[in-house]
Nanobody, 116 residues
Framework: QVQLVESGGGLVQPGGSLRLSCATS????????MGWYRQVLGKERELVAR????????NYADSVKGRFTMFRDNVKNTVYLQMNSLKPEDTAVYYC?????????WGKGTLVTVSS
């Protein structure tokens, strides 16, 4: 059974940091491109960051470049998103995604709220 379980969300003040985790099981994690997406109520889900299967290549949305870092541990089958210098506009539900060809899996999301 495929599982992607996000954790680490919460309430943080502007300028603060959070680290999201996505623990996975049920599929060959090291073969999959992993992504973090986010969605605000009423808006489309958007890509935040993506990392290659081996972890050697990452790309980021322009809005988070220089502030967010995505990395993965192919032994623990877990992917992370380190978020620094958080802004109110980063408030969203953050989703973990695993992609390999037509195989596309999603977690249930974790809420990040940036507010003073």
């Amino acid at each position: 059974q495929v599982q992607l379980v996000e954790s680490g969300g919460g309430l943080v003040q502007p300028g603060g940091s959070l680290r999201l985790s996505c623990a996975t099981s049920g599929f060959p994690f090291s073969l999959y491109v992993m992504g973090w997406y986010r969605q605000v109520l009423g808006k489309e889900r958007e890509l935040v960051a993506r990392i290659s299967s081996g972890g050697g290549s990452t790309n980021y949305a322009d809005s988070v470049k220089g502030r967010f870092t995505m990395f993965r541990d192919n032994v623990k089958n877990t992917v992370y998103l380190q978020m620094n210098s958080l802004k109110p506009e980063d408030t969203a539900v953050y989703y973990c995604n695993a992609l390999l060809g037509t195989q596309n899996y999603w977690g249930k999301g974790t809420l990040v709220t940036v507010s003073s």
